[in-house]
């Protein structure tokens, strides 16, 4: 049936079926006019015997016979003079010559009948009929079944073919009656067989027959032939179109070239081909990169995940350039993008031909598809992968460092469709980079219930920021040379049912992943104001109360502004603020914009301080550069200080910094009394630290304040007391 659809074969039908019909057409024409004329001829001849059979008669016996004509002077009967019967009238052997004579003449046979009465029949009694071997030939009659007896028993002449021997004959019967009327003979002649007569006929039917099965046997061959040589590209053309349509690549065109038909539709295909080449381009490259974008990985793996067998393990790898941002603005727009298509350079290489072409899927953000990557050689090719593109770069005499964090997923292990794969590849890459600098993870099924989780959490904050279900605790700063606290930090909190709380260290990136920051942040400060004015109206004396700020909020361009106004509000001096912010700060955006920020935060009288100090990544350049007033030292550090060597004369370096700089310096987390003890010699300004205190709520702080007073006045009057017997006493 698809056979049937061939172009080609359906025009050699069709040829086919024109030059039979037109073959049939002419040789049934020309058999028919053969047919007519044979048939007209043989009459012709057969009417000439009939009067040269007719005449003879007459003339041999003119005392016998009178012919009586038509008007085509065709003879139609033999009239018989006087009453003899027919066989008396003459000697058998003057009928014998006649009959000859006639015979001679007609180039055929001649008979004479003679009509019996008795057996109602018309028998031969005289003939040019011999047998082989010259003797006559057996009785004949013609009787009733003959095809001419019907007609020459009514006296009417008969023409047409006669039974002879087993074959037919053309004859001419005429009917001899005597002068009354009555049926009296029969004179028969005939001009041969007639399938003689008929023989070009027959011969031109046979030669027409196959002369048409070798016309037809040539025509379709050649036909076909010349169809197929012609028409042999257009399969192959329909199915590179095909191809074409599926988005198939570097398809070569047949038929280019050819001057016909073929050749146009060839070079059409050609032309989209080449379109489509570029709209691929266009639509699937990266044009800095040179890479695929985003739209080609979603398509290679959705091919991924489209064949149906998974004979090789792959692996979807997400890689980001840790603080690109920080070098894009470090180093110029330039360098960075330049750093990005060496990045590509590399992904290039180390993928090789068998993966799929790498893509850049964002600004500072490559996606590569391993193909035949199960789990026991991933981390091999991690560590190689994160090894060649975390080198160094050198460009034009500056050399970048820099470093990747890679997420990673195994498929098909770790999702079930295209869309899976991408949102597991980011939780992963986000969990590395939740783990610092140039970290791997590896996708598990953990890491889709914390997205979860997550994604519940900040439907659940926004509704508690909304219903005012947060607090704010504050945990109090112990002086290291008054017997006094230094100042509070007031820190967020989220209670749950049942005294629990979620702890900012969990719900605030969440705020600032999904933007709640700001709002929070707003919250926060507005709330903080309002209980210093509380304290302030109760007469509780407290130094300062720090504020943690987030980069997000600082970068709203109205923040000094909504500082200024919630102080403003609340009727706040503004000396009694110190706004907390992060490292994290320096790395994404510039220190021109923190520098004026900064400005305009000191305008309003509030200060700054630079917290978790030595955890980030940072140079110490900017401690110069930025106006900051006081630095606040992670708790990693006074972890173990009274032991730590190390750490220790780190700990001193910073505080001679700070002191150079005039920085006020806190030291964080100190939860031991011989931490402690170590810290209050160190040269830090204030310690803030579970041993102190721990964060508590605002009703709590007063007799805080006392506690910490205490303790102090203990730590520094009377050393040799263990002062945790002595908290514990009050406490
Ligand atoms: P942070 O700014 O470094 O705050 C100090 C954290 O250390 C507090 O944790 C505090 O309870 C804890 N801490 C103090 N002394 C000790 C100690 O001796 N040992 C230990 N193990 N921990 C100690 P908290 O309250 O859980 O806050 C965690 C982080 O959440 C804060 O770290 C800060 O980055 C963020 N955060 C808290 N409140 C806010 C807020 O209102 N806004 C913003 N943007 N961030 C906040
Ligand atoms: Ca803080
Ligand atoms: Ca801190």
């Not at 060839?266 to 040179?290: K, M, V, W």
């Not at 110029?332 to 590399?346: K, Y």
Request: hydrophobic share 45%.
């Amino acid at each position: 049936m698809t056979a049937l659809r061939s172009l080609s074969l359906r025009a050699t039908m069709l040829l086919l079926g024109f030059v039979s019909g037109g073959i049939a057409l002419m040789a049934g024409l020309s058999y028919r006019d053969l047919r007519d004329y044979t048939a007209e001829n043989s009459l012709m001849r057969i009417e000439r015997a009939a009067k040269a059979a007719a005449s003879l008669t007459e003339a041999r016996f003119p005392d016998a016979f009178l012919v009586e004509r038509t008007d085509k002077d065709l003879p139609a009967l033999v009239r018989l003079k006087g009453s003899e019967p027919l066989i008396s009238r003459a000697e058998p052997a003057a009928f014998d010559r006649l009959v000859k004579e006639i015979g001679r003449i007609n180039n055929g046979a001649a008979n004479v009948f003679a009509w019996n009465a008795t057996t109602q029949a018309f028998d031969r009694f005289a003939t040019t009929f011999r047998r082989p071997d010259g003797s006559l030939p057996p009785a004949f009659s013609i009787g009733a079944g003959h095809p001419a007896y019907g007609s020459i028993r009514d006296a009417k002449v008969f023409t047409g073919d006669v039974p002879v021997m087993g074959r037919m004959r053309y004859a001419y019967l005429t009917p001899i009656v005597f002068s009354g009327g009555e049926l009296a003979g029969l004179l028969a002649i005939d001009v041969g067989w007639s399938d003689d007569l008929v023989t070009g006929q027959e011969r031109l039917k046979e030669r027409i027959f196959i002369a048409s099965l070798l016309i037809l046997a040539i025509a379709t061959t050649i036909g076909g032939l010349l169809h197929w040589r012609m028409l042999a590209p257009i399969p192959a053309l329909a199915r590179v179109a095909h191809r074409i349509g599926a988005g198939e690549q570097g398809i070569s065109v047949p038929g280019l070239g050819r001057a016909d038909e073929v050749g146009h539709l060839a070079e059409g295909l050609e032309r989209t081909n080449q379109l489509y080449h570029e709209l691929e381009i266009l639509a699937f490259s990266d044009p800095l990169t040179g890479l695929g974008n985003r739209a080609h990985l979603r398509r290679e793996l959705k091919r991924t995940f489209a064949r149906e067998a998974w004979t090789q393990v792959s692996a979807l790898i997400l890689i980001n350039i840790d603080q690109f941002r920080g070098i894009n603005e470090g180093f110029g727009a330039t360098i960075g993008d330049r750093l990005l298509i060496e990045i590509g350079d590399r992904l290039k290489a180390w993928s090789g031909p068998d993966n799929p072409r790498p893509a850049r899927t964002g600004s500072d953000e490559f996606a590569l598809i391993l193909r035949d990557c199960p789990p026991e050689r991933l981390d091999h090719a991690l560590d190689d992968l994160r090894d060649r593109l975390s080198r160094p770069w050198a460009f034009d005499g500056t050399i970048v460092e820099f470093t990747v964090g890679f997420g990673v997923v195994s498929l098909p292990a770790h999702a079930a469709n295209a869309d899976e794969a991408e949102r597991n590849v980011q939780l992963a890459l986000r969990a590395a980079k939740a783990r610092g600098k140039g970290n791997v993870s590896v996708f598990d099924p953990t890491l889709d219930a914390r997205a979860k989780r997550e994604h519940d959490l900040s439907i659940a904050l926004r509704e508690a920021l909304q219903r005012n279900e947060l607090t704010v605790h504050f945990q109090l700063q112990a002086s290291t040379t008054a017997r006094d606290i230094f100042g509070l930090e007031a820190l967020v909190r989220w209670p749950q049912g049942g005294g629990s709380m979620i702890p900012p260290g969990e719900f605030i990136p969440i705020a600032e992943a999904n933007g709640l920051i700001v709002e929070l942040g707003s919250w926060v400060l507005d709330e903080t104001c309002r209980v210093i004015r509380q304290w302030l109206d109760s007469a509780i004396l407290v130094p300062h109360v720090s504020i943690n700020v987030s980069p997000a909020q600082l970068w709203q361009p109205n923040f000094v502004e909504t500082v200024k106004e919630t102080l403003e509000r609340h009727r706040i001096p503004p000396r009694m603020i110190y706004l907390e912010v992060t490292e994290g700060l320096f790395v994404n955006f510039s220190e021109e914009r923190i520098q004026s920020i900064f400005a305009g935060l000191h305008a309003v009288g509030v200060k700054i301080a630079l917290d978790d100090f030595g955890t980030g990544y940072s140079s110490l350049g900017y401690l110069h550069r930025v106006h900051l007033d006081q630095i606040k030292i992670d708790r990693s550090f006074a972890v173990d200080i009274d032991k730590d060597r190390a750490k220790q004369r780190l700990l001193k370096g910073i505080t001679a910094l700070a002191a150079g700089l005039k920085l006020e310096v806190i030291v964080e987390g100190a939860e031991t009394e011989a931490e402690t003890r170590f810290l209050m010699r160190t040269g830090c300004n204030a310690i803030q630290g579970y041993f102190f205190a721990r964060p508590c709520s605002a009703l709590l702080v007063p007799q805080e304040i006392e506690n910490v007073r205490r303790m102090l006045g203990l730590l520094n009057f009377e050393d040799n007391t263990p002062l945790s017997k002595a908290k514990r006493s009050t406490g």
